[in-house]
């Protein structure tokens, strides 16, 4: 995921001064051109770095699609079943 933000950072002239990746969340300073506001930074690195991780774990996107269609399972193994 670091080399995600970081290319991303260096494709819109993002400038990625810190970047930690703890278990569950990112944590991030970064500073961008004049005409980016703070908003706009986050939702471009959001939504690229989302879609590039999703690419690369495939199989972890359609867990989340499938758990997200409010779908009555009990286990993972159900949700893997229902995949197949």
Do not use: C
Request: glycine share 2%; charged share 30%; hydrophobic share 45%.
């Amino acid at each position: 995921m670091k080399a995600i933000i970081k290319k991303i950072g260096y494709d819109y002239e993002i400038d990625i001064v810190e970047l930690e990746i703890p278990e569950d969340h990112i944590h991030m300073i970064v500073r961008g051109v004049p005409k980016q506001s703070p908003s706009r930074i986050m939702q471009i690195i959001k939504s690229i770095s989302a879609r590039e991780f999703f690419i690369k774990e495939a199989d972890l996107f359609t867990l989340v699609v499938i758990r997200s269609m409010w779908i009555n399972v009990r286990s993972i193994s159900e949700i893997y079943r229902l995949r197949s």
